[in-house]
């Protein structure tokens, strides 16, 4: 079967608070979305990339991978789930898609080859996800509060973090995400969309090193990671 990749890479990047948008910043040699788009293209697996970047972006065009044969570009909307909604767009409907966040350059080729493993195994979708190891408290509603108070404990044997990729046949996630969109629902990653279709996505568990770099500190842990993987 086939299988494409969406990287939504159209993000501003403002909890970085950095000059420049989060996925042009260097790791190394690299910028964070070099890394994560190498990753994928070293899988032959996947036959298609769909990068999704930003209307205003002044730096795709400078990187070396631009004009890689594999890669397609398109613009992005408001929010990630709009920006992966457009890369839908340019993917063939009968083929499998892996959405995969510029922001997470450190996954491992191992995690991403068992994800797409075993959802093609099972012929059920699935996403990368860590088990949360933190005692996780549930606050009260934000808006109606002034100190942040605890409502209870969420029972973290059930708990895990989703990470991406995050793979599914285009067509029902296309389907899904339509069908949030018009119910006004706010999507932050592709799973949700498809739970809330009544779906139930495999959860595979994938090393910690695949972390979301979304703030200042993230950024040397990334660039360990790298490291430790050869980059
Ligand atoms: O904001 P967040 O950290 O959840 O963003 C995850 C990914 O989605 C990032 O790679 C970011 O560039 C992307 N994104 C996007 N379009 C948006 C917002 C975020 O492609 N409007």
Known sequence: SNIVAIVPAAGS??????AIPKQYIKIGQSTILEHTLQKLLSLPLISQIIVVISRDDNYFSSLKVATHP????TYGGDTRADSV?????????????????????????????QLIK????????????????????KSFDQRTQVLPQIAQTCDRRQLWAAATPQMF?????????QSAKSQQIELTDEASAIEYGGGHPLLIECQRDNIKV??????????????????
């Open 169 to 177: 046949k285009v067509k029902i996630l296309k389907e899904c995400m």
């Open 13 to 18: 990047g403002q909890r970085m608070q950095a």
């Open 118 to 137: 075993m959802v093609l195994a099972n012929n059920q979708g699935g996403i990368l996800a860590t088990k949360v190891t933190d005692t996780i408290k």
């Open 214 to 231: 979304t703030r200042k500190e993230d950024i040397p842990l990334a660039k360990l990671y790298l490291h430790e993987q050869g980059y």
């Open 70 to 73: 594999k890669i397609k570009l």
């Open 85 to 113: 909604y457009a890369g839908l767009l340019l993917a063939d409907e009968d083929s499998w898609v892996l959405v995969h966040d510029a922001a997470r350059p450190c996954v491992s080729h191992h995690d991403i080859e």
